[in-house]
DNA sequence: TCGTGACGCACC
DNA sequence: AAACGGTGCGTCACGA
C-alpha cells in the first residue's frame, strides 16, 4: 500500500495505491463511505479497446478530495473488487464514458448497458456548456483543458506533464509508455488517480453551469452515447477476403501508375510541390494559388490536363488515388479488425459545435459513395443482410418546420420536388436547383452555388434569387437568427442547445440551426430504434442515416420497422425515411444490377 | 524521431 | 455588400 499527497490549488488532495489484496480492505471502507457517488476512470494499454494485445491496467474511483487505484491487471481479486463496486456505485461520474465502459465491458464481462444509466459524464456537461473547440475560441472537451480553465491551470499542466515526462524517461513515444510503465510506478499511479479527483470536481463545477434550456438534453445526451457505445461494441463484420485482394490489386495500380510519372519525371506523386515541378517542366502554367502562396494542385486542375491528354496528370491522379484507398481506407479496415474479424468504429455522438458526430476508425463519415468498393468491405452478419435507411431530403425538411415557410411547407405536404421547384423559378437544370439548395443552407453565396452548381455566377445569382423568391420566408428566418445570434453571441435550437456563433460569421447560424436540429432528428430516432430492442443489428449512424444488420428471412420487414421508428414529424413537417435493403455488403447500395448479380455470397 | 501546419480529398 | 457549414485522415515538409 502507498498513499501519494498532491495539492491542487493548496488543498491536500491523497491518492491510495493498491498494491497487495490486504489493501483491499481500505478501498472497500472507502467505496462504502462513497456509495453514492464515485468518479471512475481506467487505464489501459491503448486506445484499442477490441485488439488482440489490449489490456487493462489500472481502474481508479475517487472522489473530490480522495483516489484509490486498483491494479487489475494481477487480475484475482482486484478485479473481482472493482466488478463489484462498478455494480454497486449508485452514481458513477465518468470522463467520455463510452471508452471507460466499453473497456469494463469487453475486459471486466459487465456490461455496459447495466452502467450506463448512472453515469455522469462530463464530457456531455461540458460540451452542452461551450461546443467549441479550443481552436474556434472555447476550451475544448478534453480533461486537461477543462481543468485547466475550471479548476487550476498549473494542476493541468503538472498532470499532462506526468505522462510525457514518463516517456522520455524510458525513452519511448507517449503513446507507448501506457503498455510499458510499471504498473506501480508513482508518477503512473499518481496522473491515473488525479484523473479521477478531476472528473469528480469538475462534476461538481459543471453541472450548474448547464444553461437551464439545455438541462433536459444532459439525459438525452447519455441515452445516444449509449446507444452509440452499442454500436461501437457490435462492430462492423469484415469480408477479409475481399479486403486482401482489394487492397493488393490498388497496390498494383498504384505501383503501375507511379512508374509512369516517374518515367515522366515526377518521382513523388504525392507530393504537390514534386508534381509542380514537373508540370512546368513539361510546359504547362499553373495560375491557381494556394492560401498560402504556392501553386494549387489539385484534382480539379489535374483531372483538366489529364482531359488534355497530359500522361503525368492521369498517372499522378491515378497513383495518389490508389494510394489513398488503400492506405486510408482498406489497409487500415484490417489492422483495425479484431480477432472475430470485425471492425469497431468509434463514434463521438456529441462531437461538433452543431452536436453533430464524428466517427473515426472506421472513418464511416468519409467513404466513397461514388464507387461501391470500398463499402464492399463491409458485410451483414452470417445469415443477414445490410439495411440502410436514410431521412428524406433531412436538412431542407427541418428547415421547413424551423422557418415556417408557408410554401416550402406546402411543397413537402403536397409532395412536390423541391430541387425542381427551385430550378423552375429561374429555369434551370434541376441539379442546379438541388445545389443550390444545398449551398443555401450551407450559408454560401452565388460564387459558392456557382462553383458547386457549375454555373457562371450571374446564374448562380438568378438561383438564389429564384430561391427566396419560392420560399419567401426562410431568407427572413435566417436574418432573424442572425439577429439573436449578433446580440447575445449564440443562438437557442428546438431542444434546448446554446450554439455560439462568431459575429464575424453570423451568417452561419442558419446552418448551425439547420444542421444541429437534423442531427437531433437523427439522434431521437436513434432512441426509438435503441429503445425499440434493435440495438444489436445497429451499426453506424451516418448524419442522416443508419446502416444496419437484420435477419434476411424478414429483412424487407425489417428494414421498414427500422424507417417507420425513425420517421417523425416536426412542427407538422413530415420527415420521412427511404428504408433500402441493400444485399449481404454495404456496398452492394451503390451498385448497379449488372454489379449486384456478380457479387452473391 | 516526434509533433505540427499546410494541403488535398473523402463525405453529409 | 457578401459571406461554403460541419467533419477525419494521409502525406509532405519542416523545425525542435
Known sequence: MKHYQYRIKGEPVVIHAVEHTEDLDGFRTFVRRNLKCLSADSETTGLDTYSATNRLRLVQFGTPAEAWVIPVEHGGEFAEDVRRTLRAVKRMVIHNASFDLQVWDRHLGVRLEELWPKVLDTKVLSHLIDPRGQDEGGTGQSLEALTARYIDSQTADEAKGLMTRLAKEHKTTKNRIWSLIDVDHPDYVLYAGMDTILAARLARMLAPLVPVSARPLIRYEHEVAEACSVMERNGFLLDVDYALGLSARLQGEEQAAREIAAGLGCDNANSTEQVANALEARGVTISGRTEKGKRKVDKVLLERLAGQGDELARAVIDAKKAAKWRSTWVDKFLANMDSDGRCHASINSLRARTARMSITGIPAQTLPSGDWKIRRCFVADVGHLIASVDYQTQELRVLAALSK???????FAAGADLHQITADAAEVARGVGKATNFTYVYGGGAKAVAETAGVPVAVARK??????KSYPQVAGYSLRLQHIAARQGYITTPTGRRLPVDRSRAYSALNY????????????????LYKG?????????????????????????????IGHLMAEDMDGVHIGTDPEVTGFSWGHGYMDEEERLLHVR
Not at 405 to 411: F, I, K, L, N, S
Not at 513 to 528: A, E, F, H, P, Y
Request: glycine share 8%.
Open 533 to 561: 430492442g434493435y440495438g444489436p443489428y445497429l451499426r453506424l449512424p451516418i448524419h442522416d442515416e443508419v446502416v444496419a444488420s437484420i435477419p434476411a428471412h424478414k429483412s424487407a420487414w425489417g428494414a421498414a420497422e
Open 463 to 468: 438561383v438564389i434569387a429564384g430561391f427566396e
Open 405 to 411: 415557410d408557408r410554401r416550402m411547407r406546402a411543397a
Open 513 to 528: 440551426m439547420v444542421q444541429s436540429t437534423s442531427r437531433d432528428v437523427t439522434c431521437r430516432g436513434i432512441l426509438r
